[in-house]
C-alpha cells in the first residue's frame, strides 16, 4: 500500500509502478525481462520504464494489464492510477 493510499488519496501511476517494482526487489531491468516473458512483446525497453516511474510518459492500455499480472496489482489500481497521473500533467501544462 502507498503512502497515499494510506491517507485515502490514490498515487499517481509513476509513483505505484516504482514502489510495486522496488517492493519486489526489482531492477527496472527485471521488470523489463519479466514483461517480455509473459506478454512475448519485446518492444519495451528499461529506458520505457524509465519514464514511466518518472513519470514522463503513461504506460497504454495494453502495457497497463501487463504490468498488473506481472506486478500482481489489480487492474482497475493501475487504471486509477494513470488518472491520477493525467490529472496531475494537465493541472501542470494549464
Same mark, same amino acid.
Given at each position: 500500500?502507498?503512502?497515499?493510499?494510506?491517507?485515502?488519496?490514490?498515487?499517481?501511476?509513476?509513483?505505484?509502478?516504482?514502489?510495486?517494482? #522496488?517492493?519486489?526487489?526489482?531492477?527496472?531491468?527485471?521488470?523489463?525481462?519479466?514483461?517480455?516473458?509473459?506478454?512475448?512483446?519485446?518492444?519495451?525497453?528499461?529506458?520505457?520504464?524509465?519514464?514511466?516511474?518518472?513519470?514522463?510518459?503513461?504506460?497504454?492500455?495494453?502495457?497497463?494489464?501487463?504490468?498488473?499480472?506481472?506486478?500482481?496489482?489489480?487492474?482497475?489500481?493501475?487504471?486509477?492510477?494513470?488518472?491520477?497521473?493525467?490529472?496531475?500533467?494537465?493541472? #501542470?501544462?494549464?
Amino acid at each position: 500500500m502507498t503512502a497515499n493510499s494510506e491517507r485515502g488519496a490514490a498515487a499517481p501511476l509513476c509513483e505505484l509502478l516504482a514502489e510495486q517494482r #522496488i517492493a519486489k526487489g526489482w531492477s527496472q531491468g527485471d521488470l523489463v525481462v519479466k514483461l517480455h516473458t509473459r506478454s512475448g512483446n519485446d518492444s519495451v525497453t528499461r529506458e520505457e520504464i524509465s519514464r514511466w516511474e518518472r513519470g514522463k510518459r503513461i504506460p497504454g492500455p495494453y502495457w497497463r494489464q501487463w504490468l498488473s499480472d506481472v506486478l500482481d496489482t489489480s487492474s482497475r489500481e493501475l487504471e486509477l492510477a494513470a488518472a491520477v497521473a493525467r490529472r496531475r500533467r494537465r493541472n #501542470i501544462i494549464a
